[in-house]
């Protein structure tokens, strides 16, 4: 069985290495994406996930890679093969599920950027350690059992290191990242959306650097 290469693994360990805390971005209006993640970027946060819960998400990427290209850009709420492809076109340099497909998991094995799979069980975490994958969303984190989840999941897979996502605020991402296999934190709390409706980037700024030193 094709299992996913050392440079797949590497590519997605760095993403993960280069930020604990990660933003799970919705853009509403295509002309906000660029300052809002040039004020996390300018903030100290320089991974950011871009979801495609909008009709906005791939045009984003795309303008985001090239405003801020020292910046790590990924697709969040990727769902389908095709919206892969669409991600990589448009310059994702990783990929973000909300949850695992044979398909996707398969598809990833060789494509040209890497993905961080989505899981909240064992069962489907097993789908991914089998084909070689050891990096996961953990998602929708509060909700599938939290710290206390992926402190059971630590028996056994203690290779895996995860991103939980869902629900984390800026006052408990410390009690994921206090624990043994959580390498970074992602959510929404770091892009309020009435901040971004004000076109406060300033506050965004300050909630990036806030966030990071709550955590250090
Ligand atoms: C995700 O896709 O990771 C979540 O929507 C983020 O969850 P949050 O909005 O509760 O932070």
């Not at 059971?152 to 996502?165: I, Q």
Request: hydrophobic share 45%; net charge negative; glycine share 10%.
């Amino acid at each position: 069985m094709s299992q996913i290469s050392d440079f797949q693994r590497g590519r997605i360990r760095s993403v993960l290495e280069a930020s604990p805390l990660m933003p799970v971005i919705t853009i509403e209006h295509l002309a906000e994406a660029v300052p809002l993640c040039q004020a996390l970027f300018d903030g100290g946060i320089g991974v950011m996930e871009i979801t495609l819960r909008t009709e906005h998400g791939l045009k984003a990427i795309e303008r985001v890679r090239e405003a801020i290209p020292e910046a790590w850009v990924g697709a969040g709420t990727v769902t389908c093969v095709s919206q892969y492809r669409e991600a990589v076109a448009a310059g994702a340099q990783f990929i973000v599920t909300p949850g695992v497909t044979d398909e996707l998991l398969k598809f990833a094995l060789t494509a040209e950027v890497p993905l961080l799979p989505g899981i909240s069980t064992a069962s489907e975490l097993m789908l991914g350690y089998g084909l070689g994958y050891r990096e996961f969303k953990f998602f929708p984190a509060e909700v599938a059992g939290g710290t206390s989840a992926l402190k059971a999941f630590g028996g056994p897979f203690p290779d895996v290191t995860f991103c939980p996502t869902g629900g984390i605020r800026r006052n408990t991402a410390k009690d994921y990242l206090s624990l043994r296999n959580v390498q970074t934190v992602g959510g929404s709390w770091l892009t309020p959306a009435d901040a971004i409706a004000n076109k406060d980037w300033a506050a965004i700024v300050d909630i990036a650097r806030d966030s990071l030193s709550e955590i250090s």
